[in-house]
RNA sequence: GGCCCCAUCGUCUAAUGGUUAGGACAUCAGGUUUUCAUCCUGGUAACGGGGGUUCAAUUCCCCCUGGGGUCACCA
């Protein structure tokens, strides 16, 4: 089968958590079955459109490494499009819609409907005391062909509906079965709106249609939805799609993923220096898992594994703490070049901090990082001594005399020390602590805070590696003086 | 509330009509270590309840309970 499927955002000027995962399942699901995965605007919403929302969007899409064939692109920081079937942005296809709404009036599928928003409310009002379910009276239904006509002479406001027809709609969903559901649950949706704009449902039949979109992955809110979509299908006569329906992402009460309860946009995640990588392949095994034992996978290898039967019927809570866990997996294991680059947004005052003495303070740090945001402060430990006191230099198991004394072997011990590598430094001190039958800590401790000025840090030899020789012995220096005095 | 969906450790999940119900995160206890982190070892921890079907149900069916979603001229 030639697969097709498509990833709709509104752009609200960030990517949501969920839609992440949509948008990432449905790229895993074309590239297994080698077919075209397409973005498409859906901004038909007026009032909540966002300047800068589908550059926004697309420049997010690409960090986090979802391609897509066709829809919209940036060229040169404007806005563009690529792909056969535009445009992809449904503000640009309004004629389309009418089109498609005046016909379905035209053969009795919808109707025209001049009710005011006021009555609708307190139709909705009046229903909702009486406990009757909150449905379109079909008021304008009775309206005669003259009527109709003579109003939209007339210039008065107008929507279309879909009217739905009596009976039950059932529909297949490749993750759950079918669902059945009773034509008089549902209402008779607007079709188009009195601005001349569609509504989703119009919008994204005609256009999954016009796009060739053969699969339809989504939330799972949009369930109770699909019926309206199966008969707008069936009016227009175009050939059903596969429909999955994906489970929710929640917040930790179970409640849909939501802000308010900490952040939900991927952006963010981002800027606090989650890795692309550890935020896709998190977000992947949120409600599938490819068989096995094993957390970490390579989007190649989620393209492979990727099955919509093997996508779980349950909500996924949101869990930060396994992020945190799979950010750190990542900073760790990722190829060093690659993290240098990510990692350009962070260093926060060590920015200016030239790039070999970036790379080694990277080298020694990326062990303890658990997002990319917490550089910063690291960081700035090796750009500026921090304040402390003598006795933050005395090892638990010594005193200040044995740390004075250390201290000033070291000193004189650097003069001869190559610096040039970890290893050197470490066989150089460990050699000094060997020969005369020293502890470790009696040495290293006070070795360490001094270099440090921390009672937490990276080891000694790795700190005196990145701040080499002058750097390293004028803090020495330092703490030789704080002890002595 | 109507309708719809869902139900394995605290969380993400695996597996099976017969298993000591497996893994990961978190947590606890050890180990490595100059500190922190990393890393290693081990432990605690789950089939929501009730009926069936069956020689046997966590697994299949039904009910209940619980949770969620949705009921706009928003998507």
Known sequence: MNVKTRFPPSPTGFLHIGSLRTAFYNFLFAKKHDGTFL???????RERLVEGAVESLIRTLETVGITYDEGPILVNGKLAEKGPNGPYTQSHRLEIYKEHAQMLALQGSAYY????????????NQQTIAKLQTKYDRHCLKLDKEEISRRLAARESYVIR????DGETTFHDEIR???TISNSEIDDQVLMKADGFPTYHLAVVVDDHLM????????????SSVPKHVILYKAFGFPMPLFAHLPLILNADKSKLSKRQGDV???????????????????ALLGFNPTGDREIYTVQELIDAFDLSRVNKSGAVFDRTKLDWMNGQYIRSIDSSRLFELVKPFWGTAS????????KILAVEKERLTTLGELAQRAQMYLELPDYTAETLVWKKADAQDALMHLKNLETLMGSIDLSSRELIEGAIKKYIGDNGYQNGNVLWPMRVALSGQAQSAGPFDLLWVLGKEEGLTRIHTAITKLAS
């Open 212 to 223: 060739g979109v053969t699969h339809i992955i989504r939330g799972e809110e949009w369930i």
């Open 162 to 165: 879909l009217l739905i027809p």
């Open 39 to 45: 973005v498409r605007v859906e901004d038909t919403d």
């Open 265 to 283: 946009a991927v952006e963010d995640y981002l800027a606090k220096g989650y890795l692309p990588e550890a935020l896709v392949n998190f977000v």
């Open 113 to 124: 409907c001049f009710c005011s928003k006021e009555r609708l409310e307190e139709l909705r």
């Open 177 to 179: 079965g079918n669902i």
């Open 352 to 359: 200016g901090l030239e790039d070999t003495q970036k790379e």
